[in-house]
């Protein structure tokens, strides 16, 4: 007859045997119905995750150093950055959590106790022990707890490098819609040197009997008005800066950019594109991660249905002092194994939480993917439209320079009122604005399918 140990040791085996029959569910990536290319370009591939690559200094591409060095500071002062960064270090202390579970416990005790009852003599029990445990992971609850931390770690890994790829982008946006209203702030502190000299022309006329007092006015008009738009645009830079200082954690007032209307150029894009470019895209994979996480959800909360088995020892002295002269020593070892038999549905709720967990990651993976096509979609197309925007805006700004010419030459020459130098002016000034508005929204196009695309191209 088989004696206890053989006996636990013949149960361990059937046990392992049972759990070869219980599998948590695959782990199947969400399928998504997808065209064979872009509209704006090229074809498609086999998507190959490369979330994990360096993106490297994709800001170089606008070819500002003052740009290269801001963004260098997002890595070591942006607090939404170091927060981030504070997230992946507790899920990764989340998953060495669960992984302790794989290994045995060992937790030792003493105590000392005086006790006395009646009129008996005081005693002192004095007891020491070792108490170890280990929990059998037959049915993967460990193992499928373990998995599920390390992709949700993964995950939150993805969402702080979506947050530095954010800003980093908003950064750059930020910085370049800056270098427009200084390139805004230089056209119109030219045109007013240009209109001031045009209303000391209509005053010296009207000195000379050959102008009417509404020319002068509407010299006045047009060059007052300019010099309130060259004063508002110091709001909108003012406010630029102050997003810039919070983005490499400085506060605004210890912060400032110098002047600087330097010419700027939109990067060209790749003339053929596939689904490569997605395939750093961290917020896409940290969603597909948190699907792989929930999967293994679902296998710990099916390992509820069967027993756990655990192996448990423990040994140590205890005595009284004075009565015994040797400590009584104590000691017990062998399995243990436990199994709800009742609980209300309690698992059946929780295998069905896990799984409606699955389901709701499954659909914001695929609305993650959606968004990022719908991203790159947008930008491509802005970028392509807005480029031929402007180069008819182009014309417009060089017809209209040429009419204003005339238009004054005429004044000058006395055939034509100021009312039409007034008009040919104003039209000069909107359509050169215009071209520096297109060139920031197409800038703004630049960076954001930078973005899009996950970090560069």
């Given at each position: 007859?088989?004696?206890?140990?053989?006996?636990?040791?013949?149960?361990?085996?059937?046990?392992?045997?049972?759990?070869?029959?219980?599998?948590?569910?695959?782990?199947?990536?969400?399928?998504?119905?997808?065209?064979?290319?872009?509209?704006?370009?090229?074809?498609?591939?086999?998507?190959?995750?490369?979330?994990?690559?360096?993106?490297?200094?994709?800001?170089?591409?606008?070819?500002?150093?003052?740009?290269?060095?801001?963004?260098?500071?997002?890595?070591?002062?942006?607090?939404?950055?170091?927060?981030?960064?504070?997230?992946?270090?507790?899920?990764?202390?989340?998953?060495?959590?669960?992984?302790?579970?794989?290994?045995?416990?060992?937790?030792?005790?003493?105590?000392?106790?005086?006790?006395?009852?009646?009129?008996?003599?005081?005693?002192?029990?004095?007891?020491?022990?070792?108490?170890?445990?280990?929990?059998?992971?037959?049915?993967?609850?460990?193992?499928?707890?373990?998995?599920?931390?390390?992709?949700?770690?993964?995950?939150?890994?993805?969402?702080?490098?979506?947050?530095?790829?954010?800003?980093?982008?908003?950064?750059?946006?930020?910085?370049?819609?800056?270098?427009?209203?200084?390139?805004?702030?230089?056209?119109?502190?030219?045109e007013i040197t240009s209109y001031?000299?045009?209303?000391?022309?209509?005053?010296?006329?009207?000195?000379?009997?050959?102008?009417?007092?509404?020319?002068?006015?509407?010299?006045?008009?047009?060059?007052?008005?300019?010099?309130?738009?060259?004063?508002?645009?110091?709001?909108?830079?003012?406010?630029?800066?102050?997003?810039?200082?919070?983005?490499?954690?400085?506060?605004?007032?210890?912060?400032?950019?110098?002047?600087?209307?330097?010419?700027?150029?939109?990067?060209?894009?790749?003339?053929?594109?596939?689904?490569?470019?997605?395939?750093?895209?961290?917020?896409?994979?940290?969603?597909?991660?948190?699907?792989?996480?929930?999967?293994?959800?679902?296998?710990?909360?099916?390992?509820?249905?069967?027993?756990?088995?655990?192996?448990?020892?423990?040994?140590?002295?205890?005595?009284?002092?004075?009565?015994?002269?040797?400590?009584?020593?104590?000691?017990?070892?062998?399995?243990?194994?436990?199994?709800?038999?009742?609980?209300?549905?309690?698992?059946?709720?929780?295998?069905?939480?896990?799984?409606?967990?699955?389901?709701?990651?499954?659909?914001?993976?695929?609305?993650?993917?959606?968004?990022?096509l719908q991203q790159v979609e947008?930008?491509?197309?802005?970028?392509?439209?807005?480029?031929?925007?402007?180069?008819?805006?182009?014309?417009?700004?060089?017809?209209?320079?040429?009419?204003?010419?005339?238009?004054?030459?005429?004044?000058?020459?006395?055939?034509?009122?100021?009312?039409?130098?007034?008009?040919?002016?104003?039209?000069?000034?909107?359509?050169?604005?215009?071209?520096?508005?297109?060139?920031?929204?197409?800038?703004?196009?630049?960076?954001?399918?930078?973005?899009?695309?996950?970090?560069?191209?």
């Amino acid at each position: 007859m088989p004696n206890p140990f053989q006996r636990a040791f013949l149960a361990c085996v059937i046990l392992a045997a049972l759990a070869a029959c219980v599998t948590s569910p695959p782990v199947q990536h969400p399928a998504m119905d997808l065209p064979a290319k872009f509209k704006e370009q090229g074809r498609w591939k086999v998507a190959q995750p490369r979330d994990t690559e360096s993106r490297g200094h994709w800001w170089t591409i606008y070819h500002d150093p003052a740009l290269n060095a801001l963004e260098e500071k997002i890595e070591v002062s942006n607090q939404s950055l170091i927060s981030a960064a504070a997230k992946v270090a507790q899920a990764r202390a989340l998953t060495e959590n669960a992984r302790s579970a794989y290994f045995p416990t060992l937790t030792g005790n003493g105590s000392s106790l005086r006790s006395q009852t009646g009129r008996s003599p005081a005693l002192t029990t004095d007891a020491t022990s070792l108490d170890f445990g280990w929990e059998i992971d037959l049915w993967g609850r460990i193992r499928n707890n373990t998995s599920a931390a390390q992709a949700n770690t993964e995950a939150v890994a993805g969402d702080m490098e979506s947050t530095r790829l954010a800003l980093q982008a908003q950064l750059a946006q930020s910085y370049l819609a800056l270098r427009i209203v200084d390139a805004q702030k230089r056209l119109l502190d030219g045109e007013i040197t240009s209109y001031s000299k045009s209303l000391q022309l209509t005053q010296n006329r009207k000195a000379a009997g050959i102008a009417a007092r509404q020319d002068v006015a509407q010299a006045e008009t047009i060059l007052a008005a300019t010099q309130a738009q060259s004063i508002d645009t110091e709001v909108q830079r003012t406010q630029l800066e102050h997003a810039i200082a919070v983005l490499i954690g400085v506060p605004p007032a210890t912060f400032s950019l110098p002047v600087r209307p330097d010419a700027l150029s939109v990067p060209p894009v790749p003339a053929t594109g596939t689904s490569r470019w997605l395939e750093r895209r961290p917020d896409i994979a940290a969603a597909e991660r948190r699907v792989a996480s929930a999967n293994k959800l679902i296998g710990a909360a099916r390992a509820a249905y069967f027993p756990t088995l655990r192996l448990s020892a423990s040994g140590g002295f205890s005595g009284i002092k004075d009565l015994l002269s040797v400590p009584a020593r104590f000691w017990s070892l062998g399995p243990q194994m436990a199994a709800p038999l009742i609980d209300g549905g309690l698992r059946k709720s929780q295998v069905d939480f896990a799984k409606g967990t699955y389901d709701q990651n499954v659909a914001d993976y695929r609305q993650a993917v959606l968004a990022g096509l719908q991203q790159v979609e947008d930008n491509l197309a802005a970028l392509r439209v807005l480029e031929r925007e402007a180069g008819v805006q182009a014309e417009a700004v060089r017809a209209a320079r040429v009419s204003e010419a005339a238009a004054l030459d005429l004044y000058k020459a006395g055939t034509s009122d100021y009312l039409n130098v007034a008009a040919a002016q104003n039209a000069s000034l909107t359509s050169e604005l215009t071209a520096l508005n297109i060139l920031n929204r197409r800038l703004a196009a630049s960076v954001l399918l930078v973005k899009a695309l996950g970090g560069g191209w």
